[in-house]
């Protein structure tokens, strides 16, 4: 009897997704891999297009281009609409599709902490489109005050708010204090940007609260030595527009609010049909699949689960990629007639955040390192990580051509007219 | 007496109001170069970022970087909304400026001939963002027809419309069939890019009708040897959403129908209030100066003016860029004491348009040259006037890498939600 080619559906072509593919390849399956993004993200440098330091290609890959030699993967566009687990379906554009395996991998999205209508004055910075619109946001605002002659309404456009003091939050200060300061503060006639603000509010007492104390501590002083004003115990009560209302009653005006404070997993977690956390995510088995349903694994920022410490596995990547190892091992497992289900075990290789052009925090074990060196090792470790990015050498020439020049080649703002409001 | 500082106001920062800028310098005035874009575009790679070749930055430069060391410059991010010649003043976003000299060289934008109702089925390609809505459009078509199953709207998601064969046409043409037989071969599962259809129509009888008769031949065989279906003679009937009518009473179906047919100066050369031609161009006196205001320069396509040998000055960089530097010598010669006004001279350098990755055709004077040959030598121009431009390593990298490859890395779709419709 002929064995039937089982179906691999894949949902995300992010780190755990993308991963799962690479890693996944038997005679009897097939791999379906929806997204509907065209190209693969490197996320841990969104940060640097929303600041014009990266044009957006240097860190996105077409998923297509990345799976042209295996026949096995197909690339399907699509939005996923709804998942059926009971009959192993989904509805992905109005067509209804049965899996055999499901791997959940849509990873995270923007979250307001209940208060969804803060984002339209607060972008938050998942996708190229979320980068573009701050870039868009920050530019237009530098032109805006040197039209301007209201002293104000000048200082008002010059003010940046980044709510959420996590490494995102601390790369974007980081990034808008080099931006002013180093790159447009020569282009400009009329306005001095090195006067902007850039303002960094963190709701709890210190900034990278997963690092310890020393690390928080460094990132502060390196940030404040940067011109950042570090607001830590500071909670947002409330933003409109070009507003952010503070417990006290006082108000930051500003023209760009940025949001780095929080992250949800995608809704879709909500369709599996299991329990599910605050943040959305899932409850997964140690094996990574979901209760009740051992074809159903979910990956990435969309799991949770402890590892063997008893510590939260955390939403970077490493995790995400480890985790689609080791699904992708199970299941070839499982095909190969061992239905043996091994726990996940997470290894932390460490964790570090950039502050600016030559400093950052990181810690490897019980090993920690600040500044230069910090630097240097992240801009080592992120160059080995882009690997298969065909943008590599690009993306080495821009970095070295900005720390050695201090100019920005992405500053080119398109996509909306001028003027931007 | 203290001699006044006099104000050159400048309109556009394409290569005629750039050039202008890098060639005007005097202790007695200062430059306002007004643009609603924040950078300057290289024009004639513009098809490459359209067809997925380049990315936006690659040939894009900021304009206030350009001048940043050039205090005597001021770059105003701006909408220019009247111009009143009669009072020396204009409007620019609600705020009424004087001037003692105007530069006209706000270039021309896409002209459908009386049918701007056109425009929303057939996008034209003057600005970064016109590439990316092509670019968008012809890689969101084949993502629609590898998920469709009707063979009929495969078909027609698979083929791709370019109205007008001159340069910008021929080098559209070229570039899609290479996108399609080339690029995105390899990445699809179930479609063949290859079978893609890429129409040129061409009212006139021959393509590129500036070149001679064997230089026209020449890059109709080369567009036909790489699949394109060349219809000259064939006027356009009429456009509507995703259809071509033609005068015979057939229609062509094409997802993508691309405008490279007419260009029309910017509106603004009404406001001048001196004679215009159908193109809206104003027939600029011999130095450059329009009737009756000796104050008020027009340079690049928007001027209208015959050279010495009768023959109309082309709307080509070259000739905005010796205008430019034809006008600044004038204001130069001014300010010195000097009134005399030598008429404008143009040099044709020759011109040249590039079919595909190994072919073009060129013209310098007499001496022609087709094929290979020739798309060495537009090559290395082009590589040579992205001098100055911070990308050019950045555009070497990628062009040399594409060649080897024949992959692309500016294949990833932002800015509008999958589905695009």
């Given at each position: 009897m002929e064995q039937r080619i089982l179906r691999v559906v894949v949902l995300g072509a992010g780190f755990g997704g993308l991963?799962?593919?690479?890693?996944?390849?038997?005679?009897?399956?097939?791999?379906?891999?929806?997204?509907?993004?065209?190209?693969?993200?490197?996320?841990?440098?969104?940060?640097?297009?929303a600041t014009a330091g990266l044009s957006a290609p240097e860190?996105?890959?077409?998923?297509?281009?990345?799976?042209?030699?295996?026949?096995?993967v197909h690339v399907h566009l699509a939005n996923v609409e709804d998942i059926r687990p009971a009959t192993k379906e989904l509805v992905v554009d109005g067509e209804t599709h049965s899996y055999d395996y499901?791997?959940?991998?849509l990873g995270g999205r923007t979250s307001y902490?209940?208060?969804?209508?803060?984002?339209?004055?607060?972008?938050?910075?998942?996708?190229?489109?979320?980068?573009?619109?701050?870039?868009?946001?920050?530019?237009?605002?530098?032109?805006?005050?040197?039209?301007?002659?209201?002293?104000?309404?000048?200082?008002?456009l010059m003010t940046i708010v980044i709510v959420g003091g996590g490494p995102t939050g601390v790369e974007l200060a980081g990034a808008c204090s080099e931006l002013t300061r180093q790159v447009l503060k020569r282009d400009f006639k009329r306005i001095d940007p090195a006067q902007a603000r850039v303002i960094l509010i963190e709701g709890s007492p210190r900034l990278l609260g997963q690092f310890t104390e020393p690390l928080s501590q460094n990132a502060r002083e390196t940030l404040e030595g940067m011109g950042v004003e570090v607001r830590t115990g500071t909670h947002v009560k409330n933003i409109t527009q070009g507003r952010v209302e503070l417990p006290d009653g006082s108000v930051i005006e500003a023209e760009n609010i940025l949001w780095a404070a929080g992250v949800a997993a995608s809704p879709l977690t909500a369709k599996l049909g299991v329990p599910i956390d605050r943040a959305g995510r899932v409850l997964v088995n140690p094996d990574l699949s979901i209760p009740g349903r051992p074809e159903v694994f979910v990956?990435?920022?969309?799991a949770f689960l402890l590892d063997k410490d008893g510590q939260i596995v955390p939403g970077v990547s490493p995790a995400a990629m480890q985790e689609a190892?080791?699904?992708?091992?199970?299941?070839?497992?499982?095909?190969?007639?061992n239905p043996e289900r091994p726990p996940f075990d997470y290894w932390d290789k460490g964790s570090m955040a950039t502050i600016g052009r030559s400093?950052?925090?990181?810690?490897?074990?019980?090993?920690?390192?600040t500044g230069f060196l910090a630097w240097i090792a992240w801009l080592l470790i992120h160059?080995?990580?882009?690997?298969?990015?065909?943008?590599?050498?690009?993306?080495?020439?821009?970095?070295?051509?900005?720390?050695?020049?201090?100019r920005r080649g992405a500053r080119i703002i398109t996509g909306l007219k001028w003027p931007a409001k």
């Open positions: 991963t799962f593919c690479q890693h996944f390849r038997h005679s009897n399956a097939v791999i379906y891999l929806v997204d509907r993004q065209n190209h693969h993200l490197f996320q841990p440098l969104l940060y640097q297009v860190i996105a890959q077409p998923v297509r281009a990345v799976f042209h030699d295996r026949p096995d499901l791997v959940f991998a902490f209940g208060h969804p209508e803060w984002e339209q004055f607060a972008p938050g910075l998942k996708s190229l489109d979320d980068a573009q619109r701050i870039r868009r946001g920050l530019l237009f605002a530098f032109e805006h005050a040197e039209n301007t002659r209201d002293k104000d309404e000048r200082r008002r990956i990435g920022d969309a190892k080791h699904v992708a091992q199970i299941i070839t497992s499982e095909l190969d007639g400093a950052a925090v990181a810690k490897v074990g019980a090993f920690e390192m160059l080995i990580f882009l690997v298969g990015f065909r943008n590599k050498v690009a993306v080495l020439w821009q970095w070295f051509y900005s720390y050695v020049t201090y």
